[in-house]
């Protein structure tokens, strides 16, 4: 289930869309259970971080993520992106938080971040398979937001 957190909510509601809440971002996908919110520390085994073509991520840098405009009330990755990640651990993927660009960690009512599931079949991102092998990739062709639900 997407879960926004406190300062996500605050953003958007304050000055910044969601793409610019979330610009030059970083998709981290993780083992185990997603926490009960995304004001809370993480929970499982972090397995990828995903960036634009793989490349490392620095918190504040200006390399990472971005979604292209909303359109009514679905936004989507930036078509001219290829977000990708590199498996760090072996495990099976069971939840990812989207962090902005600061990528704050652990408890927060501050950062901006959003959690979501992950499986294969009735969940935030479907895959055909959940099982991460260490040193093997995950790409997103697609990556759609629907808010209309």
Same mark, same amino acid.
């Given at each position: 289930? #997407?879960?926004? %957190?406190?300062?996500?909510?605050?953003?958007? =509601?304050?000055?910044? %869309?969601?793409?610019?809440?979330?610009? /030059?971002?970083?998709?981290?996908?993780? %083992?185990?259970?997603?926490?009960?919110?995304?004001?809370?520390?993480?929970?499982?085994? =972090?397995? *990828?971080?995903?960036?634009?073509?793989? *490349?490392?991520?620095?918190?504040?840098?200006?390399?990472? #993520? /971005?979604? *292209?405009?909303?359109?009514?009330?679905? #936004?989507?990755?930036?078509?001219?992106?290829?977000?990708?990640?590199?498996?760090?651990?072996?495990?099976?993927?069971?939840?990812?938080? =989207?962090?902005? /660009?600061?990528?704050?960690?652990?408890?927060?009512?501050?950062?901006?971040?959003?959690?979501?599931?992950?499986?294969? %079949?009735?969940?935030?991102?479907?895959?055909?398979?959940?099982?991460?092998?260490? /040193?093997?990739?995950?790409?997103?062709?697609?990556?759609?937001?629907?808010?209309? #639900?």
């Amino acid at each position: 289930m #997407i879960k926004l %957190s406190t300062g996500a909510f605050e953003s958007m =509601l304050s000055t910044a %869309s969601f793409a610019d809440s979330f610009a /030059n971002g970083v998709l981290c996908i993780y %083992s185990g259970t997603q926490p009960s919110s995304a004001d809370g520390v993480e929970t499982g085994t =972090l397995l *990828a971080e995903v960036n634009v073509d793989a *490349a490392d991520f620095t918190p504040g840098g200006g390399v990472g #993520i /971005n979604f *292209a405009e909303a359109v009514g009330r679905v #936004i989507e990755k930036s078509s001219t992106e290829v977000w990708r990640g590199v498996f760090v651990e072996d495990g099976t993927m069971g939840w990812f938080r =989207l962090y902005d /660009n600061n990528k704050v960690t652990g408890e927060s009512s501050s950062a901006v971040r959003m959690d979501g599931s992950i499986g294969t %079949s009735r969940t935030d991102i479907i895959l055909k398979s959940t099982q991460a092998t260490q /040193n093997g990739s995950i790409t997103f062709d697609e990556f759609k937001l629907d808010f209309s #639900i």
